[in-house]
């Protein structure tokens, strides 16, 4: 696939973390705004994944050919996409949006580069679900915004206390980019 020929290939060693999330939430009556996609490889993918793969197999037919119940009841995975030592780990979890559309998931996701992977692996999953309990609590779009805001700053409150410092070394952000 022409997309992953430059996926994560940063060739940065500092090591630097995002949080990105997408998807629907109660507190939007569609899907949520998204946060943090602010690097091609965030871009690259909410497309793939989100656009692409859920999206199209959701409105396809393809995962309920019945019509019937939610296709993301229980649903609740973690993902590791990596190359060298720029990796994205992210949550997917049923959700819905504020009129009770079920049928989409939210998403969090955390870019770092400069990180060795099993740092990421012993570490993420536990901050990505600290997000997810934090998002699934919240009712209002300015809250969403605001956890956003902590967990990328670095000051997430959670019962771990955990933060990107804990995970990633010394958080910087990634640089911005031009969508295409």
Known sequence: MKDFDSFLN??????????????????????????????????????????????????????????????????????????????????????????????YPMIAAIQCSGVRRAKIVADLPSLLKDIESNCKKLSKSEDVVRNHEAATNGFFESRNRKNFADCCGQFAPMPAFALP
Do not use: C, Q
Not at 25 to 34: F, G, K, L, M, T
Not at 35 to 48: P, V
Not at 57 to 69: C, L, V
């Open 10 to 103: 940063s060739s940065d060693a500092t090591p630097r973390a995002i949080l990105a999330v997408m998807g629907k939430h109660p507190a939007w009556n569609d899907h949520i705004d998204d946060f943090g996609i602010s690097t091609r490889d965030l871009a690259t993918l909410k497309r793939i994944v989100y656009l692409s793969d859920i999206a199209e197999n959701i409105d396809s037919g393809a995962w309920a050919p019945d019509g019937e119940g939610r296709i993301f009841e229980n649903f609740d995975n973690v993902f590791l996409w990596s190359k060298k030592d720029n990796h994205i780990m992210g949550a997917i979890w049923a959700s819905k949006d504020g009129k009770g559309r079920d049928k």
